[in-house]
């Protein structure tokens, strides 16, 4: 092969005792909350007093008032890895605000008030007021509904724990309700015939795993960076894509010393090594796999190559190792262990990071998390993770993406994993080539030096080349 340095560019809690009507019409009515930026006459100091209830004696224990404080500040003080707002339904002026609920240990909120606004039943306050006489805080993300683009009744219902929303759905027909899963139908479950494959190749990667691991060893040694080996796992049908990442990597002086390629079958193994990267072959431990690339993303082959992805980030996971697992279909345009390594960064304290996939669906939320871009700190957490997904790798019938989301939603709820999406400006995608035209523009303009470009969100190869030509980021002379 030979390498186009330049890339080719066609580009384009409560006193219950029954209240007087002024009383309550006086509970109704509690002050409003300045805002930032407000004029500072006739300030007063104010107590929003919870002795008052805004709710009925039947809920006083978990609902005995309320505050409203913004969205995006409660974000930030309570990161739990989100991605960015910024969908249109999430800058909806009806979805800015939180809703604090206050249980009857919550006694009042002082806050400095202006005697010119307004009454609201619900003030606002500040993240910090809201939470200031809080021990701990539940936090509850919801989501409207797709096709309806109407948000659902919400019922709070006390005195049981949950892990999970639960939805039930009126039935047109009868109008009784019947319970459904979040995104209107529950997940399928695997056919037996599926099943039976999975416990094959579970025993296959039981009985090699330990031989596997020892092969790898002196590798991995040899050729880690700061504790981190670069992961990617491909087939022949793939090879042009890991031939574009190389040249691309050249025409910047990126090192790339530091990546294994896990190859499915002997010719993407030959295709490695006279690339000049570091290659082992899977045949033992996955067994025969396909050999051309995915026809159409989720099929049968898309499915087995993700599942071998799983298993090479497990491997080097269990050698002790942070893994940055990728796709072949990307570029960078620095090296990402400079962000990854950099402990002044505000990622740095987070177990798994993903590039955002920009798929809003409820089987994506709330990470968003593309697996086509990950970077894994070696720990008990994450090991745990990638066992359980090898075990539920039946599950993946197309999108593998869907079961890492409820395994992570899982693992942070029950485990303490801590994941992060990462910002999307700085890690574009497909997404950004399909939907973000002005952000694309920038790139393609040089006004934005993102870390990397991913060429997700394409229906096969085909197309993936055709977008990756026209954005200058195709760099092999075929």
Not at 115 to 137: N, R
Not at 138 to 152: D, Q
Not at 304 to 324: A, E, H, K, P, Q
Not at 438 to 445: A, C, G, P, S, T
């Amino acid at each position: 092969i030979s390498c186009n340095h330049h890339g080719e560019e066609t580009l384009i809690k409560h006193d219950a005792t029954p209240m007087s009507k002024e009383k309550m019409r006086e509970s109704l009515n509690p002050p409003r909350i300045r805002n930032r930026g407000d004029s500072d006459n006739s300030d007063t100091t104010t107590s929003i007093s919870m002795k008052s209830p805004q709710f009925g004696p039947g809920v006083l224990k978990f609902a005995s008032g309320a505050v409203r404080t913004s969205r995006d500040d409660f974000l930030k003080q309570f990161d739990y890895g989100l991605p960015l707002p910024i969908f249109k339904e999430q800058r909806d002026p009806g979805i800015k605000e939180v809703l604090m609920l206050y249980g009857d240990g919550i006694k009042n909120i002082t806050r400095a008030v202006s005697s010119e606004e307004g009454s609201e039943l619900f003030p606002v306050v500040s993240v910090e007021e809201a939470t200031a006489q809080c021990t701990d805080v539940t936090v509850m993300h919801i989501k409207e509904l797709h096709r309806e683009k109407h948000y659902p009744c919400l019922a709070v219902v006390a005195g049981y724990g949950n892990h999970q929303l639960l939805r039930w759905r009126r039935d047109k027909s009868s109008g009784k309700f019947q319970r459904i899963g979040l995104k209107g139908r529950f997940m399928g479950i695997p056919e037996p015939d599926i099943e039976e494959k999975h416990r094959e190749s579970i025993g296959r990667f039981l009985r090699h795993m330990d031989v596997a691991l020892e092969e790898l060893r002196p590798i991995v040694e040899r050729i880690e960076k700061e504790n981190t080996v670069v992961v990617m796992c491909i087939n022949k049908g793939y090879v042009p894509m890991l031939m574009n990442f190389v040249c691309s990597s050249k025409s910047r002086n990126i090192d790339l010393s530091s990546v294994l390629v896990f190859a499915t079958d002997q010719d993407t193994f030959d295709a490695a090594k006279k690339l000049g990267l570091e290659a082992f072959h899977t045949a033992e431990i996955l067994g025969a796999m396909p050999t051309k690339e995915a026809a159409v993303f989720g099929d049968k082959t898309f499915s087995l190559l993700t599942y071998s992805g799983f298993v090479s980030v497990l491997l080097i996971n269990l050698l002790g190792r942070d893994v940055l697992f990728q796709d072949a279909d990307l570029v960078w345009y620095k090296h990402p262990f400079e962000y990854f390594h950099d402990k002044n960064n505000a990622a740095h304290s987070f177990d798994i990071m993903f590039m955002d996939d920009g798929n809003n669906g409820w089987e994506y939320l709330p990470y968003r998390a593309n697996t086509g871009f990950y970077y894994v700190r070696q720990n008990e957490r994450t090991r745990h993770l990638f066992n359980s997904l090898i075990y539920s790798a039946d599950l993946i019938a197309g999108v593998d993406q869907i079961v890492m989301s409820v395994l992570l939603n899982e693992h942070s709820t029950l485990y303490g994993l801590n994941v992060k999406t990462l910002d999307v400006n700085s890690f574009p995608g497909g997404w950004t080539y399909h939907r973000r035209s002005e952000e694309m523009n920038k790139i393609l303009n040089g006004e934005v030096v993102p870390w990397i470009f991913h060429m997700h969100w394409t229906h096969n190869r085909v197309h993936k080349l055709e977008y990756m030509k026209q954005s200058a980021l195709w760099y092999v002379h075929e």
